[in-house]
């Protein structure tokens, strides 16, 4: 079994998701289901993101006769929300990397001492 590469598990799972693919690196990994939870759950997070956006906030503030464009100084708050989801998926992609690594080095070292 191949070892997996930390630094490339967070580099396939920070690059990707800065344009809305995020869990490639869990993918990479091996965790194809963690991949796929975390894409979609992400894809739906930025439909959520999309529909206050262009669609709820616009409607406010055309009932409230544009006041209700002040919701639009929440878009940083989003922002950083998303990048605090990206920054951290890449951590435990790394992690998961590195635990598995370690965890086929010690495997390896227990069947060597076997035979």
Do not use: R
């Not at 967070?10 to 990479?28: D, K, N, S, T, V």
């Not at 992400?42 to 464009?69: C, S």
């Amino acid at each position: 079994m191949p070892t997996k590469n930390p630094e490339i598990a967070a580099l396939f799972e920070f690059f990707p998701g800065l344009i809305g693919f995020l869990g490639i690196g869990h993918m990479f990994n091996g965790n194809f289901a963690l991949g796929l939870i975390v894409l979609v759950s992400y894809w739906i997070l930025l439909f959520i993101e999309a529909a206050i956006f262009l669609i709820i906030i616009p409607i406010i503030a055309v009932v409230t006769l544009g006041v209700g464009l002040i919701f639009y100084i929440l878009a940083p708050v989003a922002l950083i929300f998303n990048l605090i989801i990206l920054i951290t998926s890449s951590f435990l992609a790394h992690y998961n990397a590195k635990t598995l690594d370690e965890c086929q080095q010690i495997i390896k070292q227990k069947w060597k001492q076997k035979n």
